[in-house]
Structures are given as C-alpha cells and as structure tokens.
T-cell receptor, first 116, second 114 residues
Framework: KAGVTQTPRYLIKTRGQQVTLSCSPISGHRSVSWYQQTPGQGLQFLFEYFSETQRNKGNFPGRFSGRQFSNSRSEMNVSTLELGDSALYLC???????????????FGSGTRLTVV | GESVGLHLPTLSVQEGDNSIINCAYSNSASDYFIWYKQESGKGPQFIIDIRSNMDKRQGQRVTVLLNKTVKHLSLQIAATQPGDSAVYFCAETYRASGYSTLTFGKGTMLLVSP
C-alpha cells in the first residue's frame, strides 16, 4: 500500500514569493497534519485537517495556510516567503481523528524548501 | 539529505550494546506517546507507542517506559545495530481533546559504531 506522498521533494524559492506544497495521504486516511522541521526549532505543528475542515492550528503567522480536498489530499501554502521559512515540511496522515481508537500516524518524506 | 541532527544531544554506542534514549514531556494531560526514528532525508518513522494507562510496552528489540509522576519517557533498544543510527524523537498528544496534534521533543541522535 502506498505511503504518504509529498510533492515536490525539493524546492528553491526567492524571498517574497509564495509556495504550495502537496500531500497525498494513505488511502483511507482522513486526517492530515503538517509540521515544520528546522535544526533550531525541531518539529513544530502547523495545522491539522480532517474531512476538509481545519481542526487545529499551531502558532504560525497567517502567511501559512492550508486546505484539504474531498479526496483527503492536502495542500499548504506559504505566502511572502522569508529566509526563516527554509525548512523541511512534513505531513502525516492517520485513519481518523484522535477521538477514535487509531494511533497510526504515518509521515511522508517531506518537502525541503529553501528560501534564498 | 540535510541533517536534522544539528545541535542535538548525541548517544554513541557500540554495536550489540543496549541503548536508552530519554525524553521529558511537557503536558501532564497527555495521554498517548509515540517514539519516532528519523533517518537522514526521510520523514519520522513510527517505532512504538504507549498509552498513559500503561507504564511499559515492548516491541521487537524496543521497550518504552513511561513514568507519569515525573513526566518521563524512555526508549530502550536491545542489541543496537548500525542500522539503528538515526535521530529519535518522542511525541506526546492529548487524544481526549479530539485533535491529532503531536508535540515533539527535541530529539536525540543515536550513533552506532560497528
């Protein structure tokens, strides 16, 4: 069974530009969460989507946004890129939201974003 | 891939040794904990999990211990192998909230020498 697929794997953008990253969850998984990973801050939660609705949001500026489609695929967008947005962006999918008894989060390999 | 292990505490062991990686978690309300392994260029990979109503859980070569009194989690790896070299993260979440947010620890780099 296919894992979590993130595209693109690598991206280089210029300050001020905007970027869209994509995440296709495991088939049957309805929850998608996004995380930013940097050497200094570690893994930080961005947002979580379940059934096309944002259920939770981390402490990031409004330049970071996301959405989820009816097929559970998710995209995140960062506008007006800053140098500090350079990071590995990871998404994780799970079968259901946390209220139900499924504990499986599967991560994709991430998108490495470099802002120059 | 770019390293995620910069500035991380490092545990260096010899092949065949047992490894113990520790983690202090932050939220006393957290009721579910997961250990992840992350190799260079890859996303975190699930190793083992434990619910707050347990204090120990064993998997294949791995054991997780949970001490809720001091909010401490540990991962024990038996007979460590070079392939175990990676960054290890603990993560906590509060499942009863209905959300899937995982809060990750800073990570520990495990280096296994042949």
């Amino acid at each position: 069974k296919a894992g979590v697929t993130q595209t693109p794997r690598y991206l280089i953008k210029t300050r001020g530009q905007q970027v869209t990253l994509s995440c296709s969850p495991i088939s049957g998984h309805r929850s998608v969460s996004w995380y930013q990973q940097t050497p200094g801050q570690g893994l930080q939660f961005l947002f979580e989507y379940f059934s096309e609705t944002q259920r939770n949001k981390g402490n990031f500026p409004g330049r970071f946004s996301g959405r989820q489609f009816s097929n559970s695929r998710s995209e995140m967008n960062v506008s007006t890129l800053e140098l500090g947005d350079s990071a590995l962006y990871l998404c994780a999918s799970s079968r259901s939201n946390m209220a139900q008894n499924n504990y499986g989060y599967t991560f994709g390999s991430g998108t490495r974003l470099t802002v120059v | 891939g770019e390293s995620v292990g910069l500035h991380l505490p490092t545990l260096s062991v010899q092949e065949g040794d047992n490894s113990i990686i520790n983690c202090a978690y932050s939220n006393s309300a957290s009721d579910y904990f997961i250990w992840y392994k992350q190799e260079s260029g890859k996303g975190p990979q699930f190793i083992i999990d434990i619910r707050s109503n347990m204090d120990k859980r064993q998997g294949q070569r791995v054991t997780v211990l949970l001490n809720k009194t001091v909010k401490h989690l540990s991962l024990q790896i038996a007979a460590t192998q070079p392939g175990d070299s990676a960054v290890y993260f603990c993560a906590e979440t509060y499942r009863a909230s209905g959300y899937s947010t995982l809060t990750f620890g800073k990570g520990t780099m495990l280096l296994v020498s042949p």
